[in-house]
T-cell receptor, first 114, second 113 residues
Framework: AQSVAQPEDQVNVAEGNPLTVKCTYS??????LFWYVQYPNRGLQFLLK??????LVKGSYGFEAEFNKSQTSFHLKKPSALVSDSALYFC????????????FGAGTRLFVKA | DAGVIQSPRHEVTEMGQEVTLRCKPI?????LFWYRQTMMRGLELLIY????????DSGMPEDRFSAKMPNASFSTLKIQPSEPRDSAVYFC???????????FGSGTRLTVV
């Protein structure tokens, strides 16, 4: 069975500082990994994905994530946070051989302070 | 493309009433998903369809919930009878292939009183 853990309910960062939102996963096969962002009263928006290839993937709005197979992690990062990055972030995993079913983490709320 | 379209955006209904939520996926996407989001349980996958066929409905809470996808451009999620504990935001999402991310609709906020 697939599972995703986002160990932090909330992350606080000052504007201009780097940010990291943590994610670990568990799948029986090879993982497809995703990050989504949700703004208030909106649906989730796709940020980036890891399917295969380079462990460092780049996505929208300057975000990137690093796939670490040995640590089963896929942490989201950004070199310099903006106040407008404040939102709810979801990590998600799908088993590459398991069809379309994607499991989402509980979400991490990011607050970027000016 | 207008994205994934859900209707209504908000629904308030009385306990015991039937509720129908609607979704129009992105044209060309062959998979459709219904999720429910609550503070307590986060995002829960209720059911998903591939090429209009239900593949996994193990997340449907109970027999009061049913979903259909009569064609590639339309899906419904029905709750009959509704209960206060069904109050949540229901999201529809669609995807093109299995290694793509999802495109989510804006959701339907359901309140059952």
């Amino acid at each position: 069975a697939q599972s995703v853990a986002q160990p932090e309910d909330q992350v606080n960062v000052a504007e201009g500082n780097p940010l990291t939102v943590k994610c670990t996963y568990s799948v029986s096969g090879n993982p497809y990994l995703f990050w989504y962002v949700q703004y208030p009263n909106r649906g989730l928006q796709f940020l980036l994905k890891y399917i295969t290839g380079d462990n460092l993937v780049k996505g929208s709005y300057g975000f990137e994530a690093e796939f670490n197979k040995s640590q089963t992690s896929f942490h989201l990062k950004k070199p310099s946070a903006l106040v407008s990055d404040s939102a709810l972030y979801f990590c998600a995993v799908r088993d590459a051989g398991g069809g379309f079913k994607t499991i989402f983490g509980a979400g991490t709320r990011l607050f970027v302070k000016a | 493309d207008a994205g994934v379209i859900q209707s209504p955006r908000h629904e308030v209904t009385e306990m015991g009433q039937e509720v129908t939520l609607r979704c129009k996926p992105i044209s060309g996407h062959n998979s459709l998903f219904w999720y429910r989001q609550t503070m307590m349980r986060g995002l829960e996958l209720l059911i998903y369809f591939n090429n209009n066929v239900p593949i996994d409905d193990s997340g449907m809470p109970e027999d009061r919930f049913s979903a259909k996808m009569p064609n590639a451009s339309f899906s419904t999620l029905k709750i009959q009878p509704s209960e206060p504990r069904d109050s949540a935001v229901y999201f529809c999402a669609s995807s093109q292939t299995d290694n793509y991310g999802y495109t989510f609709g804006s959701g339907t906020r359901l309140t059952v009183v």
